[in-house]
């Protein structure tokens, strides 16, 4: 099967998901978006107003932040996936609970197979913990500790890159971590530029091992 149809089909799942008790008040679940062949993945926290409205992610304040972000290192929305630790709407926008995440892990996990990023960048500390410390293997010791680095772990058997950073929510009304993001994406867009440089340095010996052999 191809890549659009396995995502095809687990956006069947989450929509019909009943795994926890987010399926009750949803209107719709939100699955993730952007591009299956990208290096580079987000993973937020769990949708809002907004986003349980449109099925979208990041669509709402905290959304358009994000985008300014993507854009202030001249990345697209498309050009990269984003999804959340939980696909559903927890209620009064309370943060998600671990039985939460933990049922939704399944559909994480399949999107970060199915993606196979070389780097995820983790908004805020659900996710960071999520992925750092429970996938990763590594101690979470919270957000405003661990942002601002790099994280080398093994995920489903793949080397992965992980930077957590704050939510965008976080820096709406707030100056300091609105100062931290910004610094943080700064050190997305190197370590991003050197994994695609370095994709297309592989390429090229390749083919020039292919004409070699010819
Ligand atoms: N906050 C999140 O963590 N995710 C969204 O999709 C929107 C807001």
Redesign the pocket.
């Known amino acids: 099967m191809d890549k659009n149809a396995v995502w095809s089909e687990l956006v069947l799942e989450i929509s019909s998901c009943r795994k926890c008790r987010l399926a009750e008040n949803r209107t719709r679940a939100?699955p993730g978006e952007g591009s299956l062949d990208t290096k580079i993945m987000f993973i937020?926290?769990?949708?809002?107003r907004?986003?349980d409205e449109a099925g979208?992610?990041?669509?709402?304040a905290?959304?358009k932040l994000?985008s300014e972000l993507l854009q202030s290192i001249n990345l697209r929305r498309e050009n990269v996936f984003?999804?959340?630790?939980v696909k559903c709407r927890p209620p009064e926008n309370r943060d998600p609970l671990e039985d939460e995440i933990r049922s939704c892990s399944y559909f994480t996990n399949s999107i970060i197979q199915l993606i196979q990023p070389s780097l995820i960048v983790t908004?805020?500390n659900?996710?960071g913990r999520y992925v750092i410390e429970v996938l990763g293997g590594i101690r979470w010791y919270g957000v405003s500790r661990m942002r601002g680095n790099v994280y080398e772990v093994t995920l489903f058997g793949r080397k992965t890159l992980v930077i957590p950073t704050y939510?965008?929510?976080a820096a709406l009304y707030n100056p300091a971590p609105k100062k931290a993001l910004e610094e943080d994406f700064k050190l997305i867009a190197t370590r991003y530029k050197e994994l695609t440089e370095n994709e297309v340095k592989a390429k090229e010996r390749r083919k020039t091992l292919l004409d070699f052999m010819r």
């Open positions: 939100v937020g926290e769990a949708p809002g907004s986003e979208r992610p990041f669509v709402g905290a959304g994000l984003i999804t959340n630790v908004l805020g659900h996710a939510h965008p929510a």
